[in-house]
């Protein structure tokens, strides 16, 4: 399955909001109802981190000026009152089906 | 807190195997419905999955690598392993280990990543 990103880049003023785009080549529905559409944060020298999984569900100690959403083959990740700490690449990834793939990843910028 | 640590050579010859380890502390490797996974990115690059030892108990892997590499699981010393056989200059990357939950926590975990460059 093949993960597309768009933007690629995204400069944002702090305190205003950013939107990340990600479609699949085929729909991330499993056999099992669920859709394992992932959202991760790597910040510059750092591991990735996971921030959004099943589309929309944010993981432990995420601030909630993250969100996700989407269906199918479209997911958003939206961060609100985007605040400093924010800046790296984001990556959507999905686990519906092996082998797991990643988007080519949004660089997100402070302007 | 689970936390994951990769060790293992920084520098491998082209052609020779690469052989990496990823040591699980704050928690049992063989704590149910966890999947252990082994991923890399090459230098100003994005992310690459490269295989997963699945809580069924089958392993996947990347079908770009999987001629060429082997994931095991050590539950005695809570560590698993990773082997990429006959590795080249593409091969250069940062390698990860990264855990996965009950299917949907995917790649929760991180180890802090391990830079491997292989020399001609």
């Known amino acids: 399955i093949v993960m597309t990103q768009t933007p690629l880049s995204s400069p944002v003023t702090l305190g205003q909001s950013a939107s990340i785009s990600c479609r699949s080549s085929?729909?991330?529905?499993?056999?099992?109802?669920?859709?394992?559409l992932s959202w991760l944060l790597q910040r510059p020298g750092q591991p990735p981190r996971l921030l959004i999984y099943?589309?929309?569900n944010r993981f432990s100690g995420v601030p909630d000026r993250f969100s996700g959403s989407g269906a199918g083959t479209d997911f958003t990740l939206k961060i609100s009152r985007v605040e400093a700490e924010d800046v790296g690449v984001y990556y959507c990834t999905q686990a519906t089906q092996f082998p797991y793939t990643f988007g080519q990843g949004t660089k997100l910028e402070i302007k | 807190q689970l936390q994951l640590q990769e060790s293992g050579p920084g520098l491998v010859k082209s052609s020779e195997t690469l052989s990496l380890t990823c040591t699980v502390s704050g928690g049992s490797i063989s704590r149910s419905g966890s999947d252990w996974g082994w991923l890399r990115q090459p230098p100003g690059e994005g992310l690459e999955w490269i295989g997963t030892?699945?809580?069924?108990?089958?392993?996947y892997y990347n079908p770009s690598l999987e001629s060429r590499v082997s994931i095991s699981v050590d539950s005695s010393k809570n560590q698993f392993s990773l082997k990429l056989y006959s590795v080249t200059a593409t091969d250069t990357a940062v390698y990860y280990c990264a855990r996965t939950y009950g299917d949907y926590l995917h790649l929760e975990y991180w180890g802090q990543g391990i830079q491997v460059t292989v020399s001609s």
């Open positions: 085929e729909s991330l529905v499993h056999t099992d109802g669920n859709t394992y």
């Open positions: 099943k589309i929309s």
């Open positions: 030892f699945h809580n069924t108990g089958n392993t």
